[in-house]
Each structure stands twice: as C-alpha cells, then as structure tokens.
C-alpha cells in the first residue's frame, strides 16, 4: 500500500512568486523574511521524500464556470499545463507544465464514487495558482508527478465545512488504500480571514486577526470538532468576504485527522492577509 | 436580476487581453456590443446553440457601462470578478496598491451582511 507521508495545509499567496524573484529596488521589504520562512517550509517536504503529490485547490473562475459548475473535481490526465493569462497579468506567474499521476486519479475517483462523494472529473484540466503557488513555495523544481483535486469555496451554494473535513478524511483512506509502492504527500491550499473586492481588502493586515489567531489554534492542535462547532457557512462571511477559502484548510484537518497536532507551524503577517503554514507527520516523525 | 450575466461579462472579458483594453476605453460601446453578441453565447459552442433569454437589466448595463464597481457590488456580482478585471483595466494609473486601496475606499459605505452573490 501507499504510505501517506506528509500531510501539509498552507495558504496561496499569489505575490510571493513576484516578492521572492525580485531585485533592488523593486524587492518588497518583507520579502527576505518571507523567503526565508516558506524555505524552511519547503524542507519539512522534502525531508518526507515524497514520490507524488495530491494538490487541493479551489479553480478561481478560470476553467470553471457557473454555467457547470462542480463541487468537487478530480483532475485525470497525464499533463496538466498551468497558470492563467489574468495570472501572469496580475501576479506575473509563469507558465508551468505538470506530469499527472493518473492512476491514483482513477482510484481516488472510483473508490470516491463508492465512497459516497459524486466526484466530478476531468480529462484535460488547465489549474491555477491555488495549486501552483504550493509548488512555488515547496517544489519548486516541479519534478513529482500530481493528482489536482478542486472545491468549490467559490460560487455559492457550496458545500457545508463538515463536507470539506469530510472528504479530507475520506482522500487520507484512499491515499492509505491505494495499491502503489509510493510515498503521497498531501498538500492543501485555503486562506485565513481574506477579503477580495470589498471595503476591507488590502488593509495592512488581513480583516480579520482574532479569527487568523483562533484558525492557526484550531489547525495546529487539530481541533476540528472545536471548529466545526463554529464555523458556518454563514459564519464565514464575518471575517472577509472570501474567508470561504478557509474550508480547504478543513479539508486538510480532516486529512491529517481529529486531535492531530502540526509538526510545523508558522505564520507570516503581511499586508492583506496572514500566511500560514503547516505539516504534519502521519506516521510520527519523517522515516 | 440578471447576476449570471453580469459575471458572465466579467468572466469573458477579464479572461481576453483584447477585450479587457476595449472595455477600458470604450466601455459603453462595449458593453453593447457584448450584450447583442455576446450574452446568450453559450461558452464552448457554436453561435447555432446559442441561449435565447440573457439580457441585462438597466442598471446592470449603466453600472458596467460606467465602470461603476460599487453599483456591481451593490447589485451582487462576484467581488473577485469584479476586483480582478477593474485591476487589470486601472492599476496601471496608479502607484502599487493605490487603486486596489481606493477601491476599498469606495466601497466603504457597505457594511455586512453584503449583498447576496448566489446566482
């Protein structure tokens, strides 16, 4: 069987490609610091030694539409090309090329489907930066073959937070049960309190930091029945009108289970959000 | 209301460098030629299969045809559409993050619960 290997749930902020790469003058001063934050993230992947990633994400309106629009998506397909013209306009992303791994594609849907999620999929799927900013930040020499999987934290109606922890918990099974040689990482991208569009965006620090500070507590100590039990669809419009990015976050408690205390946190206050990033260890340490 | 339709002209155009600038300077002209054109193409199919029923009310067109961001949020466009497009079209006038600060700005007036964005 597979062996889940790295468990890790981070944000997608998509300016530190452009604050990271940047020189002189045109180098943000908290870029340093940023960098050297999300190096010493990117080495709790590497020390898991992992053969394949599954990337949770949310599609931004990119490829999916409202006229068909799903809840939950599974990319299958041997190649994944990625990043958006209004992306490369407005964070200066590059064009990227992904290999698939196609296989546990076909199981996590199959074993999905019996599993009681109606997943959607598709065969030729572009992805955005809430998949490749973590390759940015953690591989950023691309070289480990992906399964993309795609929420809807986007279009409402959407999905309840138990629905999120739920299919968490379901991709951790699959990962576990699949009949592969491999060693998964799971990686998962959501925000903290964020507000796009609307009167509190781009303030000197994200909208909301008393629910920044509870969402770090409830993830780093894995309390996931403390969160759900206020966390709501409802709830999540006080904090910033895009605060629903928050369930991807669940999504990855509930892959890295109830009661799971992170191995790595860290955070990062910039302007217009909080970073956050966190890896878990499934098995207890890095073998 | 028609909030499908204004984020489908928000989608469309904000995904087309050649439309993003033509809405920029002549939104008006744009915003019509979009509607008789555009608004009931159904994305990925031939103009054959075209819908026959989208169009925008009043408002809806004024807002878009003066580039009126507020009123698109007031009426319950999706704020990341919106957001995206208008920085695309404008933060080039200004220093980095100044429009994205007035934006904020001019929206100042709203307060939660903020207009409904289910379509």
Redesign the interface.
């Known amino acids: 069987m597979a062996e889940l290997v790295a468990v890790i749930a981070s944000t997608h902020h998509p300016f530190y490609y452009r604050a990271s790469t940047a020189t002189g003058e045109d180098r943000p001063p908290f870029a340093d610091e940023w960098v050297r934050k999300v190096e010493a993230f990117r080495e709790t992947l590497t020390k898991a030694r992992p053969d394949v990633l599954v990337m949770v994400g949310s599609d931004?309106?990119?490829q999916l539409?409202?006229?068909n629009m799903p809840q939950f998506l599974v990319g299958k397909a041997p190649f994944y090309d990625a990043n958006?013209?209004?992306e490369e306009?407005?964070f200066g992303l590059p064009r990227m090329l992904f290999t698939g791994q196609e296989d546990l594609s076909a199981y996590i849907l199959r074993e999905g489907l019996d599993a009681g999620f109606d997943l959607a999929f598709s065969n030729e799927l572009r992805i955005d930066h809430s998949i490749t900013c973590p390759i940015i930040t953690l591989r950023p020499q691309n070289d480990l073959p992906i399964v993309p999987i795609y929420t809807n934290i986007?279009?409402?109606?959407l999905p309840r937070p138990k629905r999120f922890v739920q299919l968490g918990r379901t991709i951790r099974e699959l990962v576990e049960s699949w009949p592969a040689d491999k060693r998964v990482a799971v990686i998962g991208t959501g925000h903290l309190s964020l507000e796009?569009?609307?009167?509190?965006?781009?303030?000197p620090h994200g909208p909301d930091p008393e629910f920044d500070r509870k969402a770090v507590e409830w993830i780093s100590s894995g309390d996931i029945e403390g969160c759900l039990s206020e966390v709501t669809l409802d709830s999540l419009?006080?904090p910033g009108?895009?605060t629903h990015g928050f369930m991807d976050f669940m999504l990855m408690m509930g892959v890295a289970g109830e009661g799971a205390k992170a191995d790595h946190v860290d955070t990062y206050d910039l302007?217009h959000t909080m970073e956050a990033y966190f890896t878990w260890y499934p098995n207890g340490g890095v073998a | 209301m028609s909030k499908y339709l204004l984020n489908k002209f928000l989608f469309t155009v904000d995904r087309d460098p050649d439309l993003v600038e033509r809405y920029r300077e002549d939104p008006r002209g744009m915003v019509e030629w979009w509607e008789a054109e555009h608004a009931n193409r159904l994305l990925s199919c031939h103009g054959g299969e075209a819908s026959t029923w989208l169009r925008f009310e009043d408002a809806e067109r004024e807002a878009l045809a003066g580039h009126d961001y507020p009123k698109l949020f007031e009426l319950g466009a999706h704020p990341f559409l919106t957001l995206t497009l208008f920085i695309a079209m404008f933060e080039r006038d200004h220093e980095p993050l100044g429009f994205q600060t007035e934006y904020a700005r001019r929206l100042a007036h709203m307060s939660m619960p903020y207009p409904d964005i289910a379509t």
């Open positions: 931004h309106f990119h539409w409202l006229d958006w013209y209004n306009r407005e986007f279009a409402p109606p796009l569009g609307g009167p509190r965006q781009f303030g419009h006080l009108n895009a302007f």
